[in-house]
């Protein structure tokens, strides 16, 4: 579990990595609601995106899809992360994801966000790394 300060106080937030199937299910069609949100960029060297399903609670689970593409024959990793912004506005940055097998090469992530304050927007912060230094990014909110 990721401990995030929001506004002045510390909430739970949690992403853990599962795997994510759509099937068919007998609820009823307010409960079964899901919206999608895809949220890109691109910068020098790397491309990518975040798609998000959600329900109508901002508290509930999110499932996430995070990619991240090297676009760069140059000896840099790229790496992706997801964004959020809770009910302040304040923006939570999740663990960075590394793709580091080249030039050309897409990496992808399933995994899940969810936020006792609720996630209100979602978004994409997609870099081009040295090591641990960040070279340049981009962001993206959906």
């Not at 991240?68 to 140059?74: E, I, N, Q």
């Not at 580091?100 to 978004?123: F, L, M, P």
Request: proline fraction near 1%.
């Amino acid at each position: 579990m990721l401990n995030a300060k929001v506004m002045g106080r510390t909430c739970g937030v949690l992403l853990a990595a599962s795997a994510f199937t759509v099937g068919a299910t007998s609820t009823s069609s307010a409960a079964a609601a899901a919206f999608t949100k895809t949220a890109s960029c691109s910068t020098t060297g790397a491309s990518g995106s975040s798609v998000s399903v959600y329900g109508s609670d901002p508290r509930g689970e999110v499932a996430v899809t995070l990619s991240v593409k090297d676009t760069s024959a140059d000896g840099h990793h790229v790496r992706v992360r997801y964004l959020t912004k809770s009910d302040g506005g304040t923006t939570v940055t999740w663990p960075w994801h590394s793709n580091t097998d080249g030039n050309g090469t897409t990496k992808v992530w399933e995994t899940t966000a969810q936020s006792s304050y609720g996630i209100y927007e979602k978004g994409v912060q997609i870099a081009r790394f040295e090591g641990d230094t960040l070279l340049n990014s981009c962001t993206g909110w959906s």
